[in-house]
């Protein structure tokens, strides 16, 4: 625990306004010519997003063709068209528009066309390791993921839903324009912000801390999204805060708020997989759903980070015991998430009470989903995990 660290985030991005204009431009000036046009369900098609970036890329003389029809949660099927689809054409280019999830499978489709003599899941099984990526840019709809910095890729199949990381696969491009988030549901802003939130959270919590800056750079973005993601539940056309929550969204999950600090815990993020896997839930509001009972499940380990969170990101008021402090500040936590309509247990995610068959069945995968443990804030085995599921029962 020296502070030492590496940053590497090769990501160009362009942000404001009208910038999907640009996407022609972009996919030329990163060699693409022929692409593959990656969404999801509607809402691209609906805004007429879709249609502008194919006038972009015509505009640029560059050939496309499109797949639709990625799902939250993507599947490893979508993936297997994508790959043959884009073979089919001669696809040198993937171009991911919408959230983490088409951005996810645009990536699994791009190491898949990479290395053509193996099968993409290999991957998301870690029995290979990538050697190639073909090209990515990404057109943002929603700010979440992170995925469009990000060196991760999360992709679902038979009942598991499992990442994998490498550098290869961040993206040549993001294409940000908080415009295109006006269209979102207000459930999906807020279970984006809540999963902004949480991938700073899972660097912020740990036991070795070293970069003041970098602490201070994590609670910024903290306050900065908790504020503007409650003035977007009101408010679901402030352009402004679209812009802060977008920015922050990116910057949240490229590595900047981790520098130097060890930590990386990401329990809660593997406690959620679980969660999208066996039941399909958003996200955002599986991690909301597990967070509280994480926090409060591991704080003595990790008490002076807990204080620290509760002093500068909570506000809670000093003259309380080290112990109260960190309570109080995972209560306000808690609050806040409730106060943004997220769940904070299962039962209000799910709307049904788990069983202990369930509880089981989850922590088993998820301790093998992460070679057995998993944390850094606390270490967690499947009993923890079991145990931490229990907690967030009801
Ligand atoms: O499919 P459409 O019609 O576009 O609807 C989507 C979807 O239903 C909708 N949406 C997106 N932009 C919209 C919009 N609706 C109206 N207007 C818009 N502008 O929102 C819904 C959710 O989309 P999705 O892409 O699933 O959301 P998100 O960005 O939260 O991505 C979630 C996926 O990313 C993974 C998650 O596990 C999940 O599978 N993650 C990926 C990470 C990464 N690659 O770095 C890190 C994250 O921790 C996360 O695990
Ligand atoms: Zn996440």
């Not at 919408?98 to 003599?117: C, F, M, N, Q, W």
């Not at 099968?119 to 995925?147: M, N, W």
């Not at 960190?326 to 009470?353: C, H, N, Q, W």
Request: charged content about 25%; aromatic content about 8%; glycine content about 10%.
């Amino acid at each position: 625990m020296n502070g030492n660290f590496t940053l590497y985030t090769p990501t160009k991005v362009v942000f404001g306004r009208k910038t999907e204009q640009k996407a022609g431009e972009l996919v030329r000036a990163f060699g693409g010519s022929r692409v593959l046009i990656h969404y999801g369900g509607h809402s691209a098609l609906r805004s007429g997003l879709i249609d502008r970036v194919k006038t972009s890329l015509d505009e640029a003389g560059i050939f496309h063709v499109e797949l639709g029809g990625v799902v939250p949660n993507p599947q490893l099927d979508k993936v297997y068209e994508g790959i043959e689809l884009a073979k089919a054409n001669g696809v040198d280019f993937i171009l991911a528009v919408g959230g983490g999830s088409v951005i996810d499978s645009a990536k699994a489709i791009a190491y898949a066309l990479a290395e053509p003599e193996f099968d993409v899941k290999e991957l998301y099984e870690h029995t290979r390791q990538a050697k190639a990526c073909f090209p990515v840019g990404t057109i943002l709809t929603i700010a979440a993921s992170g995925s469009e910095m990000s060196d991760s890729s999360v992709i679902s199949y038979e009942d598991k839903k499992r990442g994998y990381n490498s550098d290869l696969c961040r993206p040549k491009f993001a294409i940000m324009d908080p415009e295109l988030t006006l269209t979102l549901p207000d459930y999906q802003t807020c279970a984006g912000c809540s999963d902004i939130l949480m991938h700073t959270m899972e660097r912020y919590f740990t036991t070795g801390s070293k970069l003041e800056i970098t602490d201070a750079l994590a609670e910024g973005l903290l306050r900065t999204v908790m504020k503007y993601a409650a003035v977007l539940h009101e408010d679901p056309t402030n352009y402004e805060a679209r812009a802060e929550v977008m920015w922050a969204g990116s910057l949240s999950h490229n590595g900047l708020t981790g520098c130097g600090n060890d930590g990386n815990d990401f329990a809660s993020h593997r406690l959620e997989h679980e969660l999208g896997a066996l039941y399909g839930v958003t996200h955002g509001a599986g991690l909301t759903a597990v967070w509280p009972s994480w926090a409060k499940y591991v704080y003595k380990n990790c008490l002076p980070r807990f204080v620290r969170f509760a002093r500068n990101v909570m506000c809670v008021e000093a003259g309380l015991s080290d112990e109260d402090t960190a309570l109080e500040g995972i209560a306000a936590m808690e609050d806040y998430f409730r106060s943004i309509g997220m769940p904070v247990t299962l039962k209000e995610l799910l709307g049904k009470t788990v069983s202990e068959e369930e509880i089981r069945l989850l922590a088993k995968n998820c301790a093998l989903a992460t070679g057995g443990k998993v944390g850094s804030a606390m270490v967690l085995y499947e009993e923890d995990m079991a145990n931490i599921y229990r907690m967030a029962k009801e």
